[in-house]
């Protein structure tokens, strides 16, 4: 992304944190990498985005897991009489990597622990057999990686066992956050957020999914997303929530002028209407699976709900007549839905019904959404969210219901850019300084003087020996004036500015100059 394409961007995020400001939201920043486990229970191993579009990997150095260091030593040694571990991240130690010292046979051996051999960890050997007496102690060194030539000639004097162990058991997997709301649950859960009532968090930021790439589809992707959660009692649960968060978004989206947007709205029931609704569709996809793509086929059987995310055309006049989720909403959450219908209408925010909406991540209970927009083809939702009431509960937390979305940002950049172009938010600079040889210092100061006044300047220098480079750069860099720092100027302090539009120069005296250049 370059600019001016980025003050496009820079644009959209102004307009979208002075909107959240107005609805009283606050930021969160949450990690760009989380455990997989974290995805896998929050949106679901059914979905396409943990099935198949998460970038997932084994990291081997998972620091100072000493319950699993000490089963090691258990296993390899089990005449082991006492253990002392040293931990890396205490003051007194003075090791970066983790070490224990393990008493056996009677004689303390000194155990540095590596995933990946490094010098540090062999010089963390060296250093502790200079301190320690050698008749005492013996040095092991347990890793996975060989121990290469350089590193024998490291060790060489000291009396080092290296072994070539795996430690894959104290591996974990890491993934790139596919999505923001699992992150932001379990920051609510870690942090005991329902201490603070109901929570109107937003973020920004990138996404990845390892999906097959063309316009409005990335494998990184930048999100502006929202969520509203609490403990039930701080009105988490509550209607005018929903309703509020999807008036925000129509805000939005008119005051960045895209006005030509489509909001489809549906309610997917409680988790225990959901499991009746999943029940029927698995009864109606019995004797019809077979006549569908393999991706229903297996769905049909592990979460039938996800069948109805389905793309593939052939498929469509199957889906169309399976039982619909509306039919299976029971009395409460129809009169949730109801209530949001309400408020929206009364407050002007007009909407689509679409029961066939269910959304593409098992989390989702009671009000779904999506924004659509037509100038983006096939990739046309810009936002979508819902409800999560049992997310909390699903990853070890308390409850607490929420509701939030995301917005595609690359998506939403790409509406507004044929009304909007890049070039018409880009602010150019006011003026140009071109100093005259020798006066850069000159040339500096005035320039340090005008950019306190909030004028973007651009500040030349004097190896263009000719005004006309000079007049070149300033054309170049879009710049309203060219200001010439010139000997004479700087004597008599008044200095000659020119309107690069008009050809008009004037000499205007220094104590005017920021005034004559924002008039
Ligand atoms: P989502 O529908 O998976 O929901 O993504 C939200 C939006 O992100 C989509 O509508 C789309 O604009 C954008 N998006 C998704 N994938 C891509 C991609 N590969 N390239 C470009 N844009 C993409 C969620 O992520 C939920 N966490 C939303 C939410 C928040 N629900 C409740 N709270």
Same mark, same amino acid.
């Given at each position: 992304m370059?600019?001016?394409? @980025?003050?496009?961007?820079?644009?959209?995020e102004a307009?979208?944190? +002075?909107?959240?400001?107005a609805?009283?939201?606050?930021e969160? =920043?949450?990690?760009?990498f989380?455990?997989? /486990?974290l995805?896998? *229970?929050?949106?679901g191993?059914e979905t396409?985005?943990?099935?198949? /579009?998460?970038?997932?990997?084994?990291?081997?150095?998972?620091?100072a897991?000493?319950?699993?260091?000490?089963r090691?030593?258990?296993?390899?040694?089990?005449?082991?009489?006492?253990?002392?571990?040293?931990d890396p991240?205490t003051?007194?130690?003075?090791?970066? !990597?983790p070490?224990?010292?393990?008493q056996?046979?009677?004689?303390?051996?000194?155990?540095?622990?590596?995933y990946?051999?490094?010098?540090?960890?062999?010089? /963390?050997?060296?250093?502790?057999?200079?301190q320690? #007496?050698?008749?005492?102690?013996?040095?092991?060194?347990? %890793?996975?990686?060989?121990l290469?030539?350089?590193?024998?000639?490291?060790?060489?004097?000291?009396a080092?066992?290296t072994? =070539?162990?795996?430690?894959?058991?104290?591996?974990?997997?890491?993934?790139?956050?596919p999505?923001?709301?699992?992150?932001?649950?379990?920051?609510?859960?870690?942090?005991? $957020?329902? +201490? *603070?009532?109901?929570n109107k968090?937003?973020?920004?930021?990138?996404?990845?999914?390892r999906e097959?790439?063309?316009?409005?589809?990335?494998?990184?992707?930048?999100?502006?997303?929202?969520?509203?959660i609490?403990?039930?009692?701080?009105?988490?649960?509550?209607?005018?929530?929903?309703?509020?968060?999807?008036?925000?978004?129509? %805000?939005?989206?008119?005051?960045?002028?895209? @006005?030509?947007?489509?909001?489809?709205?549906?309610?997917?029931?409680?988790?225990?209407?959901? !499991?009746?609704?999943?029940?029927a $569709?698995?009864?109606?996809?019995?004797?019809l699976k #077979?006549?569908?793509?393999?991706?229903?086929?297996?769905?049909?059987?592990?979460?039938?709900?996800?069948?109805? +995310?389905?793309?593939?055309?052939?498929?469509?006049?199957?889906?169309?007549?399976?039982?619909?989720? @509306? &039919?299976? $909403?029971?009395?409460?959450?129809?009169?949730?839905? &109801?209530?949001?219908?309400?408020?929206? %209408?009364?407050?002007?925010? =007009?909407? %689509?019904?679409?029961?066939?909406?269910?959304?593409?991540?098992?989390?989702?209970?009671?009000?779904?959404?999506?924004?659509?927009?037509g100038?983006?083809?096939?990739?046309?939702?810009?936002?979508?969210g819902?409800?999560?009431d049992?997310l909390?509960?699903?990853l070890?937390?308390?409850?607490?219901?929420?509701?939030?979305f995301?917005?595609?940002? +690359?998506?939403?950049?790409?509406?507004?850019?044929?009304?909007?172009p890049?070039?018409?938010v880009?602010?150019?600079?006011?003026?140009?300084?071109?100093?005259?040889a020798?006066?850069?210092?000159?040339?500096?100061?005035?320039?340090? /003087?005008?950019?306190?006044?909030?004028?973007?300047?651009?500040?030349?220098?004097?190896?263009? =020996?000719?005004?006309?480079?000079?007049?070149?750069?300033a054309?170049?860099?879009?710049?309203?004036?060219?200001?010439?720092?010139?000997?004479?100027? !700087?004597?008599?302090?008044?200095?000659?500015?020119?309107?690069?539009? @008009?050809?008009?120069?004037?000499?205007?005296?220094?104590?005017?100059l920021?005034?004559?250049?924002?008039?």
């Amino acid at each position: 992304m370059l600019p001016p394409d @980025t003050a496009l961007w820079n644009f959209v995020e102004a307009a979208v944190r +002075d909107v959240f400001r107005a609805y009283n939201f606050q930021e969160i =920043r949450t990690p760009i990498f989380e455990a997989t /486990e974290l995805f896998a *229970r929050g949106v679901g191993e059914e979905t396409d985005i943990v099935s198949k /579009e998460m970038f997932t990997w084994e990291d081997g150095a998972k620091a100072a897991d000493y319950a699993v260091y000490k089963r090691w030593i258990t296993t390899r040694f089990p005449g082991v009489s006492a253990f002392q571990q040293i931990d890396p991240d205490t003051a007194e130690s003075q090791s970066p !990597v983790p070490t224990m010292s393990v008493q056996l046979d009677g004689k303390w051996n000194f155990i540095v622990f590596v995933y990946r051999l490094t010098a540090q960890a062999v010089l /963390e050997l060296k250093i502790a057999s200079e301190q320690l #007496d050698n008749n005492k102690y013996e040095f092991r060194l347990v %890793t996975a990686d060989p121990l290469p030539d350089s590193f024998r000639f490291l060790v060489g004097e000291v009396a080092v066992i290296t072994e =070539r162990v795996s430690l894959d058991i104290s591996s974990q997997l890491l993934t790139l956050r596919p999505e923001n709301t699992a992150g932001v649950v379990r920051a609510y859960i870690q942090n005991k $957020l329902w +201490d *603070r009532g109901l929570n109107k968090l937003y973020y920004i930021g990138p996404q990845f999914r390892r999906e097959r790439p063309q316009k409005g589809r990335y494998r990184q992707f930048y999100q502006i997303g929202a969520e509203v959660i609490g403990p039930p009692a701080s009105g988490s649960e509550s209607p005018a929530r929903d309703a509020e968060v999807l008036e925000m978004l129509a %805000t939005l989206l008119d005051r960045l002028g895209i @006005t030509d947007w489509n909001l489809e709205l549906n309610s997917v029931g409680s988790s225990q209407e959901r !499991v009746k609704f999943n029940e029927a $569709l698995r009864v109606a996809l019995a004797p019809l699976k #077979d006549k569908m793509c393999a991706d229903c086929q297996r769905r049909a059987v592990t979460n039938p709900l996800r069948v109805l +995310d389905c793309k593939v055309p052939e498929d469509q006049p199957i889906i169309e007549k399976l039982p619909r989720i @509306t &039919d299976f $909403l029971e009395e409460e959450s129809r009169k949730h839905f &109801d209530a949001v219908q309400d408020i929206l %209408t009364k407050t002007g925010v =007009r909407f %689509t019904l679409n029961p066939r909406l269910v959304r593409g991540l098992d989390y989702y209970t009671r009000t779904a959404f999506e924004f659509t927009h037509g100038a983006l083809g096939a990739q046309n939702a810009i936002l979508g969210g819902g409800r999560y009431d049992g997310l909390s509960e699903a990853l070890g937390g308390p409850a607490a219901p929420g509701i939030g979305f995301a917005i595609g940002e +690359d998506r939403l950049v790409m509406s507004l850019q044929e009304k909007t172009p890049a070039e018409s938010v880009l602010r150019k600079p006011d003026v140009y300084i071109a100093p005259m040889a020798g006066m850069n210092a000159d040339a500096a100061k005035l320039a340090r /003087e005008l950019r306190r006044h909030d004028l973007v300047v651009e500040l030349g220098d004097d190896s263009f =020996r000719k005004l006309k480079k000079s007049f070149e750069a300033a054309e170049k860099a879009g710049a309203k004036y060219i200001l010439i720092v010139g000997e004479n100027e !700087v004597k008599s302090d008044a200095f000659a500015l020119k309107n690069l539009a @008009t050809g008009e120069q004037i000499s205007v005296p220094r104590a005017e100059l920021a005034q004559k250049i924002q008039d």
